[in-house]
């Protein structure tokens, strides 16, 4: 029994390095749409996504929460802090209750996913910035949420197909 818990740990731990990785790499991308700053692809999601699918909730959140401060603390600063934060709590959310329900695939709940996530960001920049005008940037993460939600949703569908639970 201990060592399950202990491979299960090991493979956390993975995903977790996985998914500052890709948050990493996706630093070093060039603007995906220079007219529209802020727009990101979210490649640490694959990582996410694939625990929620094979571990559950609580420990997709663990991995997201250690990533999130982890990443914020080695190449953030306050602020994306706190819009990281909140994009990840909404995000996971309301991805976890979609996956609950069983009638979306890992696509559909990426998709609601990285909308949400934006959203969650959104809220924080009104908060902070005090202004309601850059709600209407939404608009533009909402589309740049589904493509990406699509492409992560794809991703950590197929890792889910191909590394099979009984392993880890």
Known sequence: MRSKSVRRLVFLAVCTSV????????LLLPPIFAAVPGIKIGLANVAILFVLYRYGVWYAAAVS???????????GNPMTF??????AIL???????????????SV???VVGGITHNLGQIGVAMVLLET????????AL??????SGILVGLAGGYLVKRIPLGKF
Not at 65 to 71: D, G
Not at 82 to 87: D, L
Not at 132 to 139: H, K, L, T, V
């Open 82 to 87: 706190a819009y990281s934060v909140a994009g």
């Open 142 to 147: 909402a589309v740049s949420g589904t493509v």
């Open 91 to 105: 995000s996971l959310t309301v991805m976890a209750l979609l996956r609950a329900t069983g009638k979306f695939s």
């Open 19 to 26: 998914a500052m990785v890709l948050s990493y790499m996706e």
């Open 132 to 139: 309601m005008e850059i709600g209407y940037y939404m608009i």
């Open 108 to 110: 559909g709940v990426s």
């Open 65 to 75: 929460a250690v990533r999130v401060v982890l990443v914020a603390i080695l190449f």
